[in-house]
């Protein structure tokens, strides 16, 4: 299981980033995936997730970043997207995907969004 996020940089708040994960290594479509992030000083938080096609592709969001960010799954591409828009300085941290896949946890290496005031 390899994940890889990509898309990370430093924006000015107000502004939009899109990241992406791509997903390798296991049957993509059938596992949820989700997003987390982690501030420096700040215990990992998870953000949103996308469930699979079986579990009716449904989306959850954390309430720091709900009616902002938009996750969405690609199946074909095996990729997972993060929309975020109207970011604030305090969304500054590294991203990460995640997911859980025959009791096993997988992270990607993250992405680092910095969002300056």
């Known amino acids: 299981v390899q994940l890889v996020e990509s898309g990370g940089g430093l924006v000015q708040a107000g502004g939009s980033l899109r990241l992406s994960c791509a997903a390798s290594?296991?049957?993509?479509?059938?596992?949820?995936i989700g997003w987390f992030r982690q501030a420096p000083g700040k215990k990992r938080e998870g953000i949103s997730c996308i469930n699979s096609a079986d579990g009716d592709g449904s989306t959850l969001y954390a309430d720091s970043v709900k009616g902002r960010f938009t996750i969405s799954r690609d199946n074909a591409k095996n990729t997972v997207s993060l929309q975020m828009n109207s970011l604030k300085p305090e969304d500054t941290a590294v991203y990460y995907c995640n997911t859980f896949v025959l009791n096993n946890n997988y992270w990607g290496q993250g992405t680092q969004v910095t969002v300056s005031s």
């Open positions: 290594g296991f049957a993509f479509e059938d596992y949820a």
